[in-house]
């Protein structure tokens, strides 16, 4: 599945948010939104969602129109999963998965075994496949995202949407969940919050700033140090990981005027 954005504005409450956005996330291609807070990333991604019309500028899933498509249409496409993803009181995590399937599905239509082993291949794609029948509530939150990733995989769509889904969680389960969704083989649209998580896993990655592109294109050609400095205020380092090897950005404080006294000291020996 090819996405296409081409000229993308869109307002919230008559104030411009996001504008003239363009960007192309090709089948199977992991592409990263990134920018500081306040950027337009969340907003961005709720014309994609179909919860936020354009105001400007067209949305294309493989030359068709997504905001011309029907909803049950348009769910048929892609999935998302949403950055404040709750835990769903008195349900387990195969009926939340489950209703991944509503879209396939008319109004009161029963369950089919067709739905039954989407549930079911879903959660054992994300490895939840044991806590089918455990409530939502006793899971953890990196457990609990793993089961709502499931739930949008059972949409059987080929375009994933996400919206920084490593929020609220530890190390661990960041990289966990990550792995998982980079092994996937969908086209991939996420907006992320860390650098370093956007070097190592996207193919692309598209850098906004008060709601326009300021840079786009493979993270190393568009992540120097200088860029980031320009952009997140912060200083940089740019390189492989020393374990995995893969793009790797470390980042710090800018340079104050305590940071140059303290280095002039040690140049100085005092």
């Not at 969340?42 to 067209?58: D, H």
């Not at 030359?63 to 349900?91: K, S």
């Not at 075994?113 to 994300?126: G, Y």
């Amino acid at each position: 599945m090819r996405l296409d954005l081409a000229g993308v504005s869109a307002c919230i409450d008559a104030r411009p948010i996001v504008e003239d956005v363009t960007l192309t996330a090709r089948p199977g291609q992991f592409v990263a939104l990134i920018g500081p807070n306040g950027s337009g990333k969340s907003t961005l991604l709720r014309t994609v969602y179909r919860s936020l019309r354009p105001s400007a500028g067209v949305i294309r899933l493989d030359e068709q129109d997504l905001w011309r498509m029907r909803p049950r249409q348009a769910a048929r496409h892609r999935a998302i999963l949403p950055q404040h993803g709750q835990a769903v009181e008195g349900f387990s995590a195969a009926e939340v998965v489950a209703a991944g399937r509503h879209r396939h599905k008319r109004p009161l239509e029963r369950e089919t075994p067709a739905d039954q082993a989407a549930v079911t291949t879903a959660l054992e794609r994300v490895g939840m496949d044991w806590a089918a029948d455990r409530l939502m509530t006793t899971l953890s939150g990196g457990e609990r995202q793993r089961v709502l990733l499931a739930r949008a995989l059972a949409q059987e769509a080929p375009l994933l949407i996400l919206d920084e889904p490593t929020n609220h969680l530890d190390v661990g389960s960041q990289l966990h969940l990550l792995d998982l969704i980079r092994s996937l083989g969908l086209t991939l649209l996420a907006a992320l919050h860390d650098l370093d998580q956007a070097a190592a896993y996207a193919d692309q990655v598209v850098v906004l700033r008060d709601g326009r592109v300021a840079g786009h294109g493979p993270p190393l050609e568009v992540l120097t140090p200088a860029f980031i400095e320009e952009v997140f205020g912060v200083r940089a380092h740019v390189g492989p990981h020393p374990i995995t090897g893969r793009p790797h950005i470390a980042v710090a404080s800018p340079v104050t005027m305590s940071d140059e006294l303290i280095t002039t000291g040690i140049r100085e020996g005092g």
